[in-house]
Every structure is written in C-alpha cells, then in structure tokens.
C-alpha cells in the first residue's frame, strides 16, 4: 500500500485521526490514573494511622517503619476534632518541593500537574492532601516519594498507547477494506470504462452503464455515460459528415467540368437567329454560372484548408477601390444599382494578406449588395477603415433590409448562415477562416431594418486565434 494512492493516504489519515482522538483521551486517563494512585496512597496511610490510633501504646519503630512501607509514604499527618497530629514518620529523603490539595483540584490543573510530573527527570518529595475517607477526620497529609509514581503513569501510558496502536491498526485495516468496496472498485469500474472507450470511442458496448450504489458516484458514472453517448454520436455525425463531404467533392468536381462545357454553349445560344432563344440565353448562362460557383466553392471548402497569409503593406484604400469597381460593374443592368462610397484615409495602410483580404472584402460587398438588389430599391453599401493601438479596423456596413433571425443565429456556419435564397452560406465562413488565420476576427455589428454592419479586426502582430466560430454581436 503506497502513500501516494487513495487508499494508502485513506489509511494513513485513519490511524493518524484515531492516534490523535486517543491522544485527546489519553490526557484525561493519565490524570485520572495520578488522581486515583495518590487518592490510593492516602487511603493506606489512612488505614495505617487508624490502626495505630486504636492502640494507646508507643508502637515499635520496626512496625512503624513498616506500616509506613506498606502505605508507600513517609509522614502521614491526620487532623481531627481541629487538632493536628503527626501520626506516622520517617526520615524524610530531601526537602518536600511540591504540595498537591486534591480537594482543591481542577480537571485542567491535574493534566498540567500529570504532564509535568511525566516527564520529570528528577527525584521529588511530595505533600497530597486529601479528606479521609469516612469521615475518619477533617484532613489527612501524607510526603511521598514522586518517583514511583511517575513509573506508574508511564507504565499506564505506555499500555493505553499499545491498545491504540492496535485499535487504530485494525480501524484502518477495516475502514480501508470497506473504502476498497464502496469508493475505491467502483472508481477503478470507472477508470477502467474511460480506458477502454479512449480507445474505441465509436463503439457503443464501451459506453458505462450507472450501476453505482452510492448516489454521488451514481451520479458520477450517469455524467459520464451521457458525455460519451454524446461524444459518440457526434463522432459517428462527424464520421458521415466526412463521408458525405467525399462524396460531394468527387460530385462538384465532376459537376463542374460539365457545367463548364455547357456554359461555353451556352454563351453561343446569344448568337441564335431565334429571338426567343436569345432572350432566354442570358438566364440560362446566369444559372449555369451560379452552378459552377457553386461547385467550386464547395470544393475549395471541402480542402478544409488556406494556405497561411502571406503579409504585405498596402492601401486599404486602392484594395476598397478594386472591389467596388468589381462590384459595380458585376451590378449593371439592375434598376437601380447600388452606391458604393467610402470612409477610408488615403494615407491609411495596412499589414495583411492582399489576395485574402480582397476576397473577404468581396464576399461581405457582395453580400451587401445582392442583398439591396433583392429589394429591388436604391441602397448603399460603405467600406470603412481606421486603426487604433491594437491593430486596423475594416468596417462594411449597407442599407439593405438586414439579416434574418435565422441566418443570424447560424451566420458563420457552413451551408447553415446564408441568407439569400440558393446562397450556401459558405462565404462568411470562408472570410471568417481567413481573417482568424490573420489572428484577427471577423463579426457582426448590428443588423435590422436599417441595413446590416461588418467590422473586420486585424492586430499589428499576427498570432493566430484557435479554430471555431467567428463572433456575432447582435
């Protein structure tokens, strides 16, 4: 048994705690062991002084000396009727260097007086007072030798520490025996179920069953039983996710080579002598296009990865300028196109990946303006930048009609957060990866009947921030 597992500093807090109540125990024994050894001592002496008071003769020294022996004393002195007499006496060793009135004694000065009468190296006489027994007299006084009585106590002590020693050996033994049973096997049960399921944590026979009888650890094992059930089916959704995931990819891959084909037929359908063909060739080249990204953004989403940003100083205020005139000209042809205005210092640059930061600023225009366009009424999208002590700030607000409640809720989430009918919601996640591989972070403002706002956060010095979900502050 080591010190260092549960049921080897269970024990040894056992014996030390059952040590300690017998330490608090053997106090008050030893005091009364004194009390009851000098109670004793008077007792003969009073038994020795009676018998001699019986006779009215001089007593022989010899059965004096004897007497005297037989009390364990030296001097007995008994007081009646107001009058003191020296009955019983001896040559005394050394002068008397303590006095002990038992009538006067209290439970806290007997354990001091016990206490320092143990460990007292040196060989005292002693006067204890007491009152007789039967009313035999008023007082009775008697000198003593105070060594045998320190042999006595510790010769008592030494006896009461054994039994503890074993009482505590056996309690510790007993108390661990049932820790053993009760705690101890149902936490290895336990330990021995997370082992297991680490290594399989798809197989559902690895999963613990609550079984416990004492409630805590019951409750213990039901925790664990529903975190694995959870884990598990997450793992078996996430296994088919990738499955899935495989399966699309080869798919979009495929889909996409001919769509390509047909949009290249497609475009020749706009030279058709038919006019009706050539009113319907625009639609078709616009839905197969929208098929084709479609397929290529899954399949730039399938790789599960970007390659790390590869940092430049540059004009925020040229790369905004790219974009809207990307955006414009992808606008013409509407009713009423969209404004695009700006709010960024020409002096202002920034630190960051160009290509990755054009097409986060491209998805979130985009947006924006295919999301007034819906509408079918004028609006306005704005990109503005800043910087601060921290790092730059890109912000793309619009007056569109705002996110939905639930495109909000999943806004960052793949083919869950697109707000726009066909969209497939892979583009916020996208400019959100990108941004937090700048360290950074990408989140939402505000979004209502006013239109809805992007803020883009980019620090000075790059640290990239742990894979999850991008942050919307509603």
Request: aromatic share 4%.
């Amino acid at each position: 048994m080591r010190l260092n597992t549960l049921s080897g500093r269970f024990a040894a807090l056992t014996i030390m705690f059952v040590v300690l109540a017998e330490l608090f125990i053997l106090l008050p024994a030893l005091s009364d062991f004194r009390r009851d050894y000098l109670e004793s001592r008077l007792e003969r002496a009073q038994i020795a002084s009676l018998a001699l008071l019986t006779t009215d003769e001089t007593i022989a020294s010899e059965l004096e000396s004897e007497l005297l022996q037989n009390a364990g004393v030296f001097n007995v002195v008994l007081r009646r009727d107001d009058i003191r007499q020296l009955v019983l006496s001896s040559q005394l060793p050394g002068p008397v260097e303590e006095t002990y009135d038992l009538r006067e004694m209290t439970v806290l000065g007997s354990i001091d007086d016990s206490l320092r009468q143990l460990f007292d190296a040196e060989q005292r006489v002693i006067r204890v007072i007491g009152a007789p027994v039967n009313q035999a007299g008023q007082l009775i006084e008697i000198t003593m030798d105070a060594q045998p009585l320190q042999v006595a106590m510790v010769d008592y002590g030494l006896r009461i520490l054994a039994i503890s020693a074993l009482f505590s050996v056996v309690t510790a033994l007993m108390l661990n025996l049932v820790a053993q049973r009760l705690i101890l096997k149902p936490i290895r049960r336990v330990i021995q179920h997370m082992t297991a399921y680490a290594e399989a944590p798809e197989d559902v026979r690895h999963i613990i069953t609550p079984d416990a009888r004492i409630v805590e650890l019951r409750d213990a094992e039901a925790a664990l039983a529903a975190m694995q059930k959870t884990v598990t089916s997450s793992l078996k959704q996430k296994e088919r996710m990738a499955q899935l995931g495989q399966a699309v990819a080869k798919i979009s891959h495929d889909l996409r080579n001919i769509l390509t084909t047909s949009q290249i037929f497609a475009d020749r359908l706009e030279d058709s002598a038919d006019p009706q063909v050539r009113r319907a060739a625009p639609k078709l080249v616009n839905s197969i296009t929208r098929a084709v990204n479609l397929c290529e953004t899954t399949l730039a989403f399938g790789k599960a990865e970007e390659p790390a940003p590869s940092l430049s100083r540059f004009s925020i205020s040229q790369l905004a300028a790219e974009v809207i005139e990307a955006e414009t000209l992808a606008g013409d042809g509407v009713a009423h196109p969209v404004e695009f205005v700006t709010d960024i210092p020409v002096s202002l640059n920034i630190r960051a990946d160009r290509d990755q930061l054009y097409r986060v600023l491209t998805n979130l225009s985009r947006n924006a303006r295919q999301a007034i366009e819906g509408t079918g009424g004028a609006g306005a999208v704005e990109i503005g930048a800043g910087e601060n002590d921290a790092g730059w700030w890109i912000r793309v607000g619009d007056t569109g009609p705002g996110l939905p409640s639930k495109a909000r809720e999943y806004l960052f989430q793949p083919f869950t957060g697109s707000a726009r009918k066909g969209g497939t919601g892979l583009g916020l996640t996208i400019a959100a990866d990108l941004i937090r591989g700048h360290g950074g972070r990408l989140e939402l403002l505000r979004s209502d009947e006013q239109g809805s706002e992007f803020m883009i956060h980019l620090p000075r010095e790059m640290t990239v921030l742990p894979m999850g979900e991008a942050t919307a502050a509603q």
